[in-house]
């Protein structure tokens, strides 16, 4: 297998097949630690991991600083808000700070797409992109991957549907990179206003009936319809959506018997998803928190040595 | 590195009888077979672990629960490797504590290792006892480590390398000892 080479992880759009492969593999061997009775190795003992949070976030924030402390890292919480860029403080001069307390990783998720690539090149720390606008999100869309190859044993030649908000979905981004670079076809579903402007530059294929998202669909991804994003009148009403594209009992009739049905969470119950399938048989929600650990603690010790 | 063969130490039929006087050494000592557990490190160590594991469940007709250690992530080295090790899986599905867990590796030099499994078998529970068992013990020790049960002793200089093939990995059951080729030499 090969070695990992990167200081920082910011997307999967950069990674190469091989390197995906490596960090599903790490993380496998990652996953048993959390089912110890003490659940923590010594491995990045001594080191420090900020978590430079600039949107809110319970799931990412928790499992990137749970992943750190079963490591044996320090870890520090940075969200804006308390920090000093209220006080009108440049990102990287917040960040040369930090750097100068001599943290090895950073943790960052920001509202500009970028952000975490002009931290990478400004300090020396490993920089972890956890969401950054609507660009990237490596490691929600690496947990995905985990999952699928978990429930499914493979992930090439699989057919995913992703659907939802396209436009405004990092994880989305992240997923059409890594899935369709280990093989599988991956279509993308949503009303025509959030699908994006260029998508016919992403090797996907694009429908706006749901149905024909789920015929044929091996995993069905369903993406969070951001609440705010109904003032910007992209869709009539969040009752249109859920009629339309919301994932219900009704829907999945037309479902391969086998579906996987994930969401990267937090789920709006009765939008995009109704509760009968984000609590059904086929869904793997719970399990993709489950395994998102072991991935960032594979992320976190492959760069912790700042890909020497 | 290149290494050129120097010797064999043991064949086939050699490493199956250290094997075999292992297990003995093994069942003498601790008597009841049942409350055994055995955890090899990987690679080899946990093939020689599967073995041993096997000859027991011949002699005492006892399935003795087998664990498989993978101890990168508690390496003293880290820090220090040119590359970064990948790390595998660790497999110890059964509990450890109150057992006699034989601990099984395949070469026995500075310690190291074993004081790394010795930290990551703890962390699994408390097991009542931890036996060594090494297929080689090479000397050089820089720990204060020894082995309960011994295959073969083999006086080393440094400057020399053990090579365990097994089956399992390597397609064939030999220990050779290897000596560096001069740099010097090599160019």
Redesign the interface.
């Known amino acids: 297998?090969l070695?990992?080479k990167h200081k920082d992880l910011l997307g999967l759009e950069e990674l190469s097949k091989e390197e995906i492969e490596?960090i599903l593999?790490?993380a496998?061997?990652?996953k048993?630690?959390s089912l110890?009775?003490?659940k923590?190795?010594?491995?990045l003992r001594g080191k420090t991991v900020v978590l430079f949070f600039f949107e809110p976030s319970t799931r990412t924030r928790t499992s990137f600083e749970l992943a750190a402390k079963r490591?044996s890292a320090d870890t520090v919480s940075i969200s804006a808000t308390t920090s000093s860029i209220v006080k009108g403080e440049t990102l990287k001069d917040t960040a040369k700070n930090i750097e100068a307390m001599k943290v090895d990783i950073i943790v960052m998720r920001h509202s500009s797409s970028g952000a975490p690539h002009l931290l990478a090149k400004a300090v020396e720390a490993s920089v972890i992109n956890a969401g950054d606008g609507c660009h990237e999100h490596p490691t929600q869309a690496l947990l995905d991957m985990f999952t699928i190859k978990e429930k499914k044993g493979r992930i090439s030649g699989l057919k995913v549907s992703i659907i939802g908000d396209i436009a405004h979905s990092r994880v989305a981004r992240s997923n059409i990179w890594g899935l369709t670079k280990l093989g599988a076809e991956v279509t993308v579903c949503g009303p025509p206003t959030l699908i994006p402007q260029g998508i016919e530059k992403f090797p996907v294929k694009v429908t706006y009936d749901v149905e024909e998202a789920i015929r044929d669909a091996d995993v069905l991804n369903i993406l969070r319809i951001q609440l705010e994003r109904q003032k910007s009148n992209l869709f009539p009403s969040l009752r249109e959506y859920a009629l339309n594209f919301g994932i219900d009992a009704e829907k999945l009739k037309f479902a391969k018997p086998e579906v996987l049905i994930m969401h990267p969470g937090p789920i709006n119950r009765g939008v995009e998803i109704s509760p009968e399938v984000a609590d059904g048989p086929y869904s793997v929600i719970l399990e993709q928190v489950t395994n998102g650990l072991a991935v960032r603690m594979?992320v976190l010790?492959?760069v912790s040595?700042g890909g020497? | 590195m290149v290494f050129r063969e120097k010797a064999k130490i043991l064949d086939e039929e050699g490493i199956k009888r250290a094997l075999l006087r292992i297990t003995h050494e093994i069942l003498e000592k601790n008597k009841v077979a049942s409350e055994l557990g055995i955890v090899g490190i990987r690679t080899r160590g946990a093939h020689l672990a599967q073995r041993i594991a096997k000859l027991i469940d011949e002699i005492e007709r006892v399935i003795i629960p087998l664990g498989i250690l993978?101890i990168t992530?508690?390496r003293d080295d880290?820090?220090l490797?040119?590359?970064?090790p990948?790390?595998?899986?660790?497999?110890i599905d059964f509990d450890i504590t109150g057992k006699k867990i034989i601990l099984v590796d395949d070469v026995l030099f500075t310690g190291r290792t074993v004081r790394c499994a010795l930290?990551?078998l703890i962390?699994?529970?408390r097991p009542k006892i931890i036996q060594l068992a090494v297929l080689i013990d090479r000397g050089h020790r820089e720990l204060p480590i020894r082995a309960d049960y011994v295959g073969k002793n083999v006086p080393t200089s440094l400057k020399e390398n053990i090579n365990v093939k097994l089956k399992e990995v390597d397609g064939i059951d030999e220990v050779v000892i290897e000596e560096k080729i001069d740099a010097q030499l090599e160019t």
């Open positions: 297998m070695n990992w490596l593999e790490t496998d061997s990652f048993e630690i110890r009775p003490i923590k190795v010594p491995t490591l594979a010790y492959l040595q020497k | 993978d992530l508690y880290l820090t490797l040119s590359t970064q990948i790390v595998h899986k660790t497999e930290d990551a962390d699994f529970g």
